[in-house]
């Protein structure tokens, strides 16, 4: 019996036999060739086949894993038709007088180094897919056939790393799990895994790959990233009982996919998922969340050694509005300060950062940080429906002064002719006493409100959130704090605004009737409680006297 442990990408537990998954490499070989139109004639047809193939993983991706991520076989199909990799394609065969192959071969690691490179990790995961639609093409130069894995059985799949394509094309019916040696949590290779509901474990490392040969019997713990091979059986018992316990909490849970946040009388309500980054979006499409309901933005910077450029955060924020496809994305605009410090920011040491320095009040101090991921998230909104919220405000003057920001960033985006949407709403948090307190005045200058339980309480009790003695002292279900988003909601919609809950109290189920009867619009929790709120709206009744 041996241990490794890797990242778990989708938490649930597989037992059974490794099939290692055989691809065949085309291995390429340079030779001269006199006619080179007709190598140019080879890649037109080699490319309307790997098309044609793919727009079959597309179909079947649709029915497996549904639009948002079969949509990566469209960008594969795209990519296929990209100027600069065709015109580096053609050049090569030209200039070189070679073969197709080894023209696509050399622009596929071209491509996939310069997109390894980049900065940002959205970025450099497409490194994979340069790599995919080239191993298609190349394979198909040669009218080869698709790889697939070998067995019969069910199987562990066990790869060093696997495509997207490769992942797709399993017959997800036979696949307990995937167990990758290498890849990222970014990689639409995980995010598929999760969306087809299949235990994963990525990045275990070489070793495992090394050691492991097919028919080896394996546990896959996705919850934890452990990865047994050779179990002894009271492992393989202890892991069977794991897996019989989850299996059945998450088939009731799972059983709500798909329905709607209605409570019996017919009232519904938006249950969206909080996220930390870009890694977060499986988990939020996995549990079926209508959309983002908070981006703590703050993340990309913390994630960061230096200021995150502008480009840096557009392609965070475009890959989180693509891949929700459509569905609504609000991120927040940057709040660091109190208990989240960068070191670049230089911020001055404080005796009460929680009243300190921090969020909006560092964004009106520092403009040119605010106007960078404001234009990062104007030119974002064109790839989706975008919403956009400040967080800590206190008064009118701030909310004001943001606005006024965002008109001068949408006009100097309008005379760089670059796109933007026009329908980006914008919001405010409610997590001061005195944004509640004077939401009457703050609601007509927003489209929305969204209570950030956490600050809201620790200052409406003056207990800060940090200080673990006072947890005997924080009441959360304190009446002060719930008539504050009494308040705030009565206020949001006298001014046609609506209302949503981001904070951790969102997730708490003794309240949600309390917060459907004060009229919040919307539930923004952890991806991992989307669905359990989602059967307590269900179980409601507000047309019976309340309890
Ligand atoms: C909150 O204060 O409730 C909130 C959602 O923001 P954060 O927890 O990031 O401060
Ligand atoms: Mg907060």
Not at 116 to 135: E, H, P, T
Not at 255 to 279: C, F, M, P, Q
Request: aromatic share 6%; proline share 2%.
């Amino acid at each position: 019996m041996k241990k490794f442990s890797g990242k778990g990408v989708y938490g649930a537990i597989a037992i059974g036999k490794v099939t290692v998954f055989k691809r065949q490499e085309a291995s390429v070989r340079r030779t001269h060739v006199d006619d080179t139109a007709a190598e140019l004639l080879r890649v037109e047809n080699a490319k309307a086949l790997a098309t044609e193939q793919l727009s079959a993983i597309y179909e079947k991706a649709l029915k497996e894993v549904g639009e948002t991520h079969a949509q990566i076989f469209e960008i594969h199909m795209m990519m296929l038709e990209d100027d600069d990799y065709n015109e580096s394609i053609r050049n090569i065969i030209e200039t070189q007088s070679v073969n197709s192959e080894y023209a696509v071969a050399v622009t596929s690691d071209n491509f996939a180094e310069m997109f390894a490179s980049m900065d940002d990790a959205y970025m450099q995961a497409r490194s994979a897919d340069v790599k995919d639609i080239s191993n298609r093409l190349i394979a198909c130069l040669s009218g080869g056939e698709e790889s697939k894995g070998s067995s019969d059985d069910k199987m562990i799949v066990c790869a060093d790393d696997l495509a997207p394509s490769e992942t797709v094309s399993l017959d997800k019916d036979r696949v307990l799990a995937f167990v990758t040696a290498f890849g990222s949590s970014n990689s639409h290779t995980a995010i598929l895994a999760s969306n087809m509901n299949i235990p994963a474990v990525i990045s275990v490392g070489e070793e495992f790959i090394s050691e492991i040969k097919d028919g080896d019997r394996l546990i896959v713990d996705g919850h934890t990233g452990e990865v047994i091979v050779d179990p002894d059986d009271e492992t393989v018992s202890e892991y069977t009982e794991k897996q019989q316990a989850d299996t059945k909490k998450k088939a009731l849970l799972q059983e709500l996919k798909g329905k709607e946040n209605i409570t019996k009388d017919g009232r519904s309500v938006k249950i969206y998922a909080n996220i930390g980054g870009v890694d977060g979006i499986g988990a939020v499409l996995a549990n079926d969340a209508g959309g983002i309901g908070l981006f703590r933005s703050e993340f990309l910077y913390l994630e960061s050694e230096d200021y995150p450029t502008e480009e840096q955060q557009f392609a965070a924020y475009r890959k989180v509005l693509e891949s929700m496809a459509g569905k609504k994305v609000i991120i927040r605009t940057l709040d660091i300060g109190a208990d989240k410090q960068i070191d670049y920011f230089k911020l001055d040491k404080e005796d009460n950062p929680a009243l300190g320095f921090r969020a909006v009040r560092i964004c009106l101090t520092r403009p040119e940080i605010f106007r960078t991921q404001l234009r990062a998230l104007y030119r974002a909104s064109a790839f989706g429906e975008l919403g956009i919220m400040f967080p800590m405000i206190t008064s009118v003057n701030e909310v004001e002064q943001c606005l006024t920001i965002c008109e001068q960033v949408k006009r100097e985006l309008e005379d760089e002719d670059i796109p933007f949407s026009d329908n980006v709403e914008i919001g405010i948090m409610i997590e001061t006493p005195a944004a509640a307190v004077i939401s009457d005045k703050l609601a007509p200058l927003v489209d929305f409100f969204s209570v950030g339980t956490n600050d809201l309480t620790q200052y409406t009790l003056a207990c800060d959130r940090q200080n673990a003695k006072l947890e005997k002292f924080v009441d959360t279900h304190h009446e002060a704090v719930l008539r504050l988003i009494e308040m705030s909601a009565k206020n949001a919609h006298e001014n046609g605004a609506w209302i949503g809950i981001c904070g951790e109290l969102a997730a708490d189920t003794a309240l949600t009737e309390t917060f459907l009867r004060l009229g919040i619009d919307e539930l923004s929790v952890s991806a991992p409680y989307v669905l359990a709120l989602r059967e307590k709206v269900r179980s409601l009744d507000l047309s019976a006297e309340k309890k």
